[in-house]
């Protein structure tokens, strides 16, 4: 079946090509008139009906004359301003298009198409003279987080019947990123660090700078490390431990699995959770380590971390918290501190799953999104479950999460 058709697309190319010209232009509507107006010809040709015959006729001047609508070459060309090309969801994206007559003659009035998502906006543009330029304004709304394509400006020429329409662009075409909500995240409950030096982890060390105990000395030890007070009283070589210190280290991994979210408006929560502890993270110049549960997110500025979490959807197919937990695990390394961003879903069972699979050094937070129910932080063993009924309370979570 697929060598048939390829046979028949390698084999209709060139004559596709020669039409294109004319199927370019004509809908479907214009298709049905033709094979009416054919058939109608036919049959009244042959049976003799006056009627048909002067169907057939009445179709062919009606073909005839729609198509003079979308002859002749454009007189127009365009600028298009889309003035901020990254909002903040709820908010308005607002530009305008420019359009002017450079051509050595009067333009016709012509009918300006903006396409935006899967919608599009439609301006009338009158006559204009050789030099003008008129100026059409435009807002797009933007009520849910996502990635629109506007543009390009077409110039669009119809017939009252729409049988043939004839666009040509205009422009080039745009990206509008409408970035999920955030919130400010103090500094000192990012990553939660309390020093400059890093976080001390729960593995001891032989140098370093955050001082544990003191112990007896064993060959192969530095000498620089040497208490000389306590050997002296002991009359034991005893030498300094340290505890392992870290450099901030997050990593965010944020659930799209479609089963773990009891709504949208949760789903749209865990995002801007996400999106919240990135932009604290990367404008602190912290390492930032991001993904959803079927792909790492790159993260070297908060613009493009955002502009990644603006089209970040449902993945219906994707794996389990925990199996996410486990892969992160294989391609991430020196996280100091681990947030799991999830729905309301997602048992603790599985959540305890997924903190098996991480260093036992490295912090971890779950962060469950419930809009409209109450804010709560309970530990489960070295497991600290945050559970988000708003997200404005994220920053005092987060200052409960550091204390």
Not at 59 to 76: D, E, I, T, Y
Not at 79 to 85: A, I, N, Q
Not at 196 to 208: F, H, M, P
């Amino acid at each position: 079946m697929l060598r048939t058709r390829d046979w028949i697309v390698r084999s209709t190319a060139t004559p596709r090509r020669w039409l294109s010209p004319v199927t370019e232009v004509t809908s479907g509507a214009a298709v049905a008139v033709a094979l009416v107006t054919l058939v109608g010809g036919l049959v009244g040709w042959r049976f003799g009906w006056l009627e048909l015959l002067l169907g057939f006729w009445l179709g062919l001047a009606l073909l005839a004359v729609c198509a003079l609508f979308v002859l002749g070459r454009h007189q127009l060309s365009a600028r298009f301003d889309l003035g901020r090309d990254r909002v903040v969801v709820g908010e308005r994206a607002n530009g305008a298009i420019f359009v002017s007559n450079g051509s050595r003659r009067r333009s016709l009035p012509v009918t300006i198409e903006l396409p935006v998502g899967r919608g599009s906006a439609a301006f009338h543009v009158p006559s204009l003279k050789v030099g003008d330029e008129r100026e059409e304004l435009f807002a797009i709304p933007t009520q849910r987080r996502a990635i629109i394509p506007v543009g390009p400006v077409l110039s669009v020429r119809s017939d009252p019947f729409a049988l043939f329409r004839r666009e040509q662009p205009l422009t080039e075409d745009h990206l509008l990123y409408v970035h999920p909500r955030t919130v400010r995240i103090e500094s000192s409950a990012t990553g939660l660090i309390r020093d400059l030096e890093g976080q001390t982890v729960r593995k001891l060390s032989n140098s370093d700078v955050a001082f544990h105990a003191l112990r007896p000395y064993v060959p192969g030890d530095d000498r620089r490390y040497i208490h000389w007070k306590s050997t002296a009283r002991t009359g034991t070589l005893m030498v300094r431990q340290f505890e392992e210190t870290r450099r901030s280290h997050l990593l965010v991994a944020l659930s799209t699995r479609l089963d773990d979210y009891g709504s949208d408006e949760e789903f749209e929560v865990a995002v801007s959770v996400a999106g919240s502890l990135g932009v604290q993270c990367l404008g602190e110049g912290q390492t930032l380590s991001g993904s959803t549960s079927t792909r790492r997110l790159r993260t070297p500025t908060v613009q493009q971390w955002l502009d990644q979490l603006s089209g970040v959807e449902y993945e219906p197919t994707s794996p389990r918290l925990s199996e996410l937990v486990r892969r992160l695990v294989r391609e991430v390394s020196g996280a100091s501190v681990a947030v799991l961003v999830c729905g309301s879903l997602v048992d603790p069972t599985e959540l305890r799953r997924a903190r098996r699979f991480l260093p036992v050094d490295v912090r971890t937070i779950v962060v469950q999104a419930r809009p409209g129910g109450e804010t709560s932080v309970h530990p489960v063993g070295d497991l600290d479950i945050a559970v988000l009924g708003d997200l404005d309370d994220l920053a005092p979570t987060m200052r409960r999460l550091a204390s």
